[in-house]
């Protein structure tokens, strides 16, 4: 399917919609009519044709918008992008799996010329043709990280191992869920996860990291994680606040369908050849309510999740304010009677 690029805005008045097509292959996080924590992590290899989960690095209407969205952060706050000194080969390991993945997936949009270590990308939607040196950094406006992430959909933290542990010690993060790179850049895996409820006590990081420290070169692996946010707002960082926090409160009755979002990570990993970082993408998925119940199976769970999700997980999730008004919204699509398993649609 040949991939047209929508003309939208996420921020100002909003001008962002997802197609039919987009919302047929919307990531829905609930494989069931209840939610809690789990490391629920699967092999990142392919998934159903058209699926989110198809490509390494999925590429899809959005894509022009959520790149020129990262240059307008960018701009304003360039410590959004941070590479600690010893992470400059990680960077370039990052470059070469993007670039070669989307080459070889999407050969219609993008192109990799390699001879030695002369490169050419090409990149038609962003209208890109770069030749440079691969490994030195002053054949490319920025360093090797930045580079390529700028022209990636998705957050990017790259991850050092050392001392059995994960340390967040790059990153790529302008579409995040309420957590700073400038305030994590350096933590460990526990450190920065501090924040999240119950999990800790779950001993669900414990396990999580345990899997992640085994991933091996050619087996990436993948989850989703999710939250909601009023307003297709891709960033949502502790920095910008004061932007997005006051726009909960501009919800009611008649607008909560088209401003209310459900906002879902696709997060896989991927262990780097070189430097034996592993990389942690985290793409994030947009749905309005209006859109969401024109999936009848999706409007039911939705709201039996939003309904029966214990008050620290929608406090940290980011509705608890707005809950009883999402319930009154979701209610009429719940008749009362059972959901297929799994998360696509019947």
């Known amino acids: 399917?040949?991939?047209?690029?929508?003309?939208?805005?996420?921020r100002g008045e909003y001008t962002f919609t997802n197609s039919d097509h987009a919302i047929k292959r919307f990531p829905f996080p609930f494989h069931e009519d209840s939610y809690m924590y789990a490391v629920n992590m699967e092999q990142h290899q392919g998934g159903p044709e058209g699926s989110i989960y198809e490509k390494?690095?999925?590429?899809?209407?959005?894509?022009?918008?959520?790149?020129?969205?990262?240059?307008?952060?960018?701009?304003?706050?360039?410590?959004?992008?941070?590479?600690l000194p010893h992470m400059v080969m990680a960077g370039w390991d990052l470059l070469e799996l993007i670039m070669v993945s989307k080459a070889e997936d999407y050969p219609d949009l993008f192109e990799l010329h390699r001879?030695?270590?002369?490169?050419?990308?090409?990149?038609?939607?962003?209208?890109?043709?770069?030749?440079?040196?691969?490994?030195d950094e002053t054949t490319l406006p920025y360093g090797p990280m930045e580079y390529i992430t700028r022209q990636t959909q998705g957050d990017f933290c790259i991850l050092d191992q050392r001392n059995d542990n994960l340390w967040m010690d790059a990153g790529m993060v302008t579409t995040q869920a309420d957590w700073s790179l400038d305030f994590?850049?350096?933590?460990n895996f526990f450190e920065w996860h501090a924040p999240v409820p119950k999990a800790h006590e779950m001993g669900i990081f414990i396990r999580a990291l345990k899997f992640l420290l085994s991933i091996q070169q050619g087996t990436p692996a993948r989850r989703l994680n999710w939250t909601m946010t009023v307003n297709p707002l891709l960033d949502t960082s502790p920095e910008n606040y004061h932007k997005w926090g006051v726009q909960k409160r501009t919800l009611t009755p008649e607008n909560i369908g088209q401003k209310q979002y459900l906002r879902v990570e696709l997060q896989t990993f991927f262990r780097l050849p070189r430097s034996n970082a592993l990389v942690f993408p985290i793409r994030c998925y947009l749905i309005n309510l209006e859109d969401l119940v024109s999936v009848p199976k999706w409007a039911r769970r939705l709201h039996r999740v939003i309904r029966d999700l214990p008050i620290e997980l929608a406090t940290y999730k980011g509705f608890i304010d707005n809950r009883p008004m999402i319930l009154d919204y979701l209610a009429p699509f719940d008749d009362g009677q059972p959901t297929s398993d799994g998360v696509w649609p019947d």
């Open 56 to 83: 390494r690095f999925d590429v899809d209407e959005h894509y022009v918008s959520e790149m020129y969205d990262r240059k307008l952060v960018l701009t304003e706050d360039p410590l959004r992008c941070q590479s």
């Open 184 to 187: 994590d850049i350096g933590m």
């Open 115 to 135: 001879d030695g270590a002369n490169w050419r990308w090409v990149n038609k939607p962003l209208s890109i043709d770069q030749s440079f040196v691969f490994l």
């Open 1 to 10: 399917m040949t991939i047209q690029f929508n003309d939208e805005s996420f």
